[in-house]
């Protein structure tokens, strides 16, 4: 059980408790079972009682300070999925009982420039409240609450236990395909993982022509099932050699273990194209470097995503929903999140972990 | 009259008399360029010969010509990629240009035509690209150059042919990326303000951007502003840097420095949804160390840019005429030529090197 309290939410008794958190009093600890009453909700949001939840590495990053100091107790978790129970007196857009999700933004100000033009997730106004699983409690929960503009209304034709995965790895790699989209693209997908087994699916649907790049040699069938049209190893020096300069696009789902990796990887790219990085490794690993002839003369571009907007959001949901693309889950029961937390952390879940909350808000009460 | 070497192509001549050009050429990685008298073996259907008025002098002739790109680089070599001249004569299935046309050449020399790259428009990226001057063809520094009427530009009336010259290097490896990414009324840093800097100033504001000019020259100010710059900032200080980071929707760094922290804050300065433009490059095998996790939180783009497209050249031509856009330089007689090249290499010069060969080259009888 939880010891340490957090300022905004009231650790309580079982029997009292409104919700239940799994949360991380420090970083490389075990979760532990954190009861808890809400704050009052705020005009503008809604709470959410979920029916699964998604767990993401950049979860396990956030919580072991990977890449900044954070404060404990932590409930990270940004892959949400539940029914509105409660919602503030401003929120017109939803009702109680309707399904939606969430992903990784929690808030953004709706008037800067980074706003107006459509890239609200990139909004930097809102401090503190930019993001959901940090520093108030994320998805790693039986409910949630947070402003109700960065929740989803999730068709009931997706199957809510592969839902949540969409709303962080889903949007991670639909967001960029759509923005360099183009007919005519050769496309390639490194890594056939969390993310990359939904990039192929989704790249594939786009109508562009995708491979798959992977170290393992046994992931080709599934890769082309997931309509890759081209397999390669990258560990097959020969394979390498063939794809040299062949991609307009790569999108990076996976992180190059070494230099000369991530140099070979870039090599696979067709002069004048572009190398979408989505993936923040820990800031103690590998630089990404190349030689800057091959930067400058090739005329290469690396371009950042992260996440996508709230129109990219729709526009992703309804996506999937219309092309039947929904990741590969491994399902856990509310009560076994740590065995869930530990697979993320130290097993190679395939691909993604979630957990079933199912009507574990009363089964724990007692 | 010393014994010169062979080349592979051109048929060196004993003297000027007999000679259709005369080139600086190195005859090994060390030491001055030394004249050349040659003649052409022949006009191909599709070649230009043009007499050279003007030639700039880039960095990357020293990089060339000291071996330091190529170790196993083959002597003579005479670089030079940055010419202004007019048509002397013409190969017999040339349409594009006529004996007199002001003309001028970038550091490309042919593009296929034929390949993705080329049919996209990026001619620059050519898998079959040559360069102006490499072993097997001289480059600017000489009275004449040859080259496939693809890749000869139109000067347009009204440039300025003394100024001009390194506006087809210099010029468009600026231009291009800015008009590239740019749009009206974004911020742009420019950062480095030497030969390729202070023109990035230039085509910035003229193209309506507000430019900051990054620098480790404070006492600049006047002189940097009076070429569109708004302000300027420190380049190399890291804590200044930081006050700037995320300000700025285009980036262009004309720079290499070697300290990771500050070549971040380079990265850094990009705003959200930005663009960070490469154009310098340090000589040696150095790695690009990209700042990824600013690249992905704020979603920018870290692009390389290598001089630019036939079209690109073309417009940046046009574009300088008409917006009175040329670099700074310093001008020396042609046979001045080891001393332009020395002052180039050095570093000294403020801020291109500019040789008037076409009136040696016509006062010698060159011009025939």
């Known amino acids: 059980m939880a010891t340490k309290e957090h300022s905004l939410y009231k650790l309580v008794t079982k029997e009292q408790a409104e919700a239940f958190a799994w949360s991380f009093e420090g970083p490389n600890t075990e979760a532990l079972l954190y009861p808890f009453v809400f704050p009052p909700i705020q005009p503008h949001e809604v709470r959410i009682q979920q029916t699964y939840f998604g767990l993401c590495y950049t979860d396990c990053h956030l919580v072991n300070q990977d890449w900044f100091p954070i404060n404990y107790p932590s409930v990270p978790g940004h892959e949400i999925l539940g029914h509105v129970v409660m919602k503030g007196d401003q929120v017109t857009q939803f009702q109680i009982g309707d399904l939606v999700g969430a992903g990784f933004i929690r ?98 649907a786009m109508g562009m022509r995708t491979s798959a790049i992977s170290t393992s040699p046994d992931k080709e069938q599934e890769a082309k099932s997931y309509g890759a049209i081209d397999f390669i190893v990258s560990k097959n020096p020969e394979q ?127 | 009259m010393q014994q010169l070497p062979a080349h592979s192509v051109y048929l060196v001549q004993e003297s000027k008399e007999t000679a259709d050009a005369v080139a600086y050429a190195f005859l090994s990685n060390t030491g001055e360029p030394v004249q050349y008298p040659y003649k052409y073996p022949n006009i191909a259907d599709d070649d230009v010969r043009i007499r050279i008025l003007f030639t700039g002098l880039c960095h990357s002739d020293c990089l060339h010509s000291r071996g330091l790109w190529d170790p196993y680089i083959k002597y003579p070599s005479c670089p030079g990629h940055e010419v202004v001249g007019e048509v002397e004569k013409v190969g017999t299935g040339v349409t594009k240009f006529k004996v007199g046309d002001k003309v001028g050449c970038n550091p490309q020399r042919w593009m296929c035509q034929t390949c993705e790259l080329c049919k996209k428009g990026d001619n620059q990226l050519c898998s079959q690209n040559i360069g102006l001057y490499d072993d097997n063809n001289f480059g600017g520094y000489s009275t004449h150059i040859q080259v496939a009427e693809r890749m000869v530009f139109r000067i347009p009336d009204g440039f300025n042919d003394a100024l001009g010259s390194p506006l087809l290097c210099a010029g468009v490896t600026v231009y291009a990326p800015l008009k590239r990414y740019y749009k009206p009324n974004y911020t742009c840093a420019v950062i480095g303000i030497g030969g390729l800097g202070h023109l990035a100033v230039q085509y910035a504001a003229k193209l309506g951007m507000t430019v900051t000019a990054f620098t480790t020259s404070k006492n600049r100010e006047q002189e940097i502003k009076k070429l569109g710059a708004s302000n300027l900032s420190s380049s190399i200080d890291v804590e200044s840097l930081k006050a700037e980071q995320g300000k700025y929707d285009i980036v262009i760094n004309t720079l290499y420095i070697e300290n990771e922290e500050v070549f971040k804050s380079h990265q850094r300065l990009t705003a959200p949804t930005g663009t960070y433009i490469q154009v310098g490059a340090p000589p040696s095998k150095v790695n690009f160390k990209l700042d990824h996790a600013y690249i992905i939180l704020n979603q920018i783009r870290v692009a390389g840019s290598l001089i630019g497209n036939y079209d690109e050249t073309q417009e940046m031509l046009e574009f300088s005429a008409q917006n009175n856009v040329y670099p700074i330089v310093e001008t020396f007689e042609f046979e001045e030529f080891p001393k332009a090249f020395d002052r180039m290499e050095k570093a000294q010069a403020k801020f291109r090197c500019v040789v008037n060969v076409g009136k040696w080259a016509q006062a010698n009888g060159l011009w025939k």
């Open chain 1, 107 to 204: 808030d953004s100000c709706g008037n800067c420039k980074l706003c107006i033009q459509g890239n609200d997730q990139l909004c930097g106004q809102k401090g503190d409240e930019h993001f959901i699983p940090l520093p108030k409690f994320g998805g790693f929960a039986t409910h949630v609450q947070f402003p109700a503009k960065w929740a989803f209304p999730i068709p009931n034709t997706i199957p809510q236990h592969l839902a949540p995965p969409l709303l962080c790895a889903g949007i991670t790699v639909f967001a960029p395909l759509k923005r360099y989209f183009n007919p005519n693209k050769e496309v390639a997908i490194i890594g056939i993982g969390g993310l990359g087994h939904l990039a192929i699916k989704f790249s594939a």
């Open chain 1, 240 to 366: 390498m050699a063939k794809a040299l300069g062949r991609f307009d696009i790569i999108l990076s789902c996976a992180h190059a273990s070494t230099v000369e990796e991530f140099i070979d990887q870039t090599k696979l790219l067709k002069n004048g194209g572009d190398f979408i990085m989505v993936g923040i490794p820990a800031l103690t690993k590998v630089e990404l470097q190349l030689p800057f002839y091959s930067l400058v003369c090739r005329q290469i571009s690396f371009v950042g995503s992260l996440v996508g907007s709230r129109q990219e959001n729709y526009e992703m949901i309804e996506f999937a929903n219309k092309h039947k693309i929904y990741p590969t889950c491994e399902e856990y029961e509310f009560e076994n999140f740590k065995t869930a937390y530990d697979k993320l952390l130290n097993g190679r879940p395939k691909y993604r972990c979630v957990v079933k909350v199912g009507n574990a808000p009363q089964t724990l009460k007692q």
